[in-house]
């Protein structure tokens, strides 16, 4: 049984960083695909980064240039480094997995595992 695990997040004022971690257990996470998944209150949860197995990255384009999608395969982590934070990227964060090593399109349905999120709050 996979399993995700997300830390890191919290209370940041505007333009401050914060970085999420994404402990994986119970599976081969080095051949998945890793992602990032947000969702604010009232709204659709949406893709915000990937990384494929072999390092390949895709960004939504509200955080290119800010957030860094990264992975340790030898500890089963993925993290995502978030830079110039916004009022806006106030949301719970949720890492997701899929057992493809490349990654498919960041829509819900494509990813079968999930972690329970963290809630990273960017106050202006």
């Known amino acids: 049984q996979v399993q995700l695990v997300e830390s890191g997040g919290g209370s940041v004022q505007a333009g401050g960083s914060l970085r999420l971690s994404c402990a994986v257990s119970?599976?081969?996470?080095?051949?998945?695909?890793m992602a990032w998944f947000r969702q604010a209150p009232g709204k659709e949860r949406e893709g915000v980064a990937l990384?494929?197995?072999?390092?390949?990255?895709w960004y939504a384009n509200s955080v290119k240039g800010r957030f860094t999608i990264s992975r340790d395969n030898a500890m089963n982590n993925a993290y995502l480094q978030m830079n110039s934070l916004k009022s806006e990227d106030t949301a719970m964060y949720y890492c997701?997995?899929?057992?493809?090593?490349?990654?498919?399109?960041?829509?819900?349905?494509?990813?079968?595992?999930w972690g329970q999120g963290t809630q990273v709050t960017v106050s202006s």
């Open positions: 990384i494929a197995s072999a390092g390949g990255t």
């Open positions: 119970g599976g081969t996470s080095s051949r998945y695909c």
């Open positions: 997701a997995a899929d057992s493809r090593t490349w990654c498919p399109a960041a829509t819900m349905s494509n990813y079968r595992y």
